[in-house]
């Protein structure tokens, strides 16, 4: 069944220090991949998208891989401040057509002074 | 430009009885799809529409149910409530498939 896992461990780091997100998938061919934030009681607030062709995309402080070999996207944020502080979630569309995003479990950031 | 709007934020209802959610996407977008997020399951896609056809189905009985109107306003219906129901219900829209998917801030319901 198709699975996708991210860091179920918080991620605790400092501010100023560049925090990386980990999404793997498995038995998926996602079209693209999607990062979202969500803060506590609210809903997603989208991030960055990323295409299957696509290796890199970048927006500010903000940087997302895509390997479609190795199954996974990695999320940074460089220079991170205690607002950063959130669950992030990485959510794949397949090629099926449509808008169907299937969810990771999310990683819980923190950003401490 | 204003985002998605769901309505109401905050409900409660008593086992049996049915909800109505509400959701008005993004002016321009034609896809609304709508989510159930729980601290056990996490974020599970419940359906979407596009032009007020179902486009996309997930594993939900069929107690909830949806629909979408012409100017691409949505609604979600739970019937028969169950406890297990509690949970936070986010709306989500898009232009169409391939696009930026953009969330409301969601209904919170809870079951009794």
């Known amino acids: 069944s198709q699975k996708i896992e991210q860091n179920s461990e918080a991620l605790n780091i400092q501010e100023g220090k560049t925090a990386t997100l980990t999404c793997n998938y498995t038995n998926y061919s996602p079209a693209y991949l999607q990062w979202y934030r969500q803060d506590p009681g609210r809903g997603p607030v989208f991030l960055l998208l990323?295409?299957?062709?696509?290796k890199e995309k970048r927006k500010e402080r903000l940087k997302v891989t895509f390997d479609t070999t190795l199954k996974q996207s990695l999320f940074h944020i460089t220079a991170s401040q205690p607002a950063d502080s959130a669950t992030y979630l990485c959510?794949?569309?397949?090629?099926?057509?449509?808008?169907?995003?299937?969810f990771g479990t999310g990683t819980q950031l923190k950003v401490e002074l | 430009k204003a985002g998605v709007t769901q309505t109401p934020r905050y409900l409660i209802k008593t086992r049996g009885q049915q909800v109505t959610l509400s959701c008005s996407p993004i002016s321009g977008h034609r896809s609304v799809s709508w989510y159930q997020q729980t601290p056990g399951q996490g974020l599970q896609f419940l359906f979407e529409y596009f032009s007020e056809t179902q486009r996309n189905k997930g594993n939900f009985p069929g107690r909830f149910s949806g629909r979408q109107f012409s100017n691409s306003r949505s609604e979600m219906n739970v019937s028969t409530l169950e406890l297990g129901d509690s949970a936070l219900y986010l709306c989500?829209?898009?232009f169409g498939g391939g696009n930026t998917i953009y969330f409301g801030e969601g209904s919170w319901l809870t079951v009794v």
């Open positions: 959510a794949l569309v397949g090629t099926g057509g449509g808008n169907k995003l299937t």
């Open positions: 990323i295409r299957e062709n696509e």
């Open positions: 989500a829209s898009s």
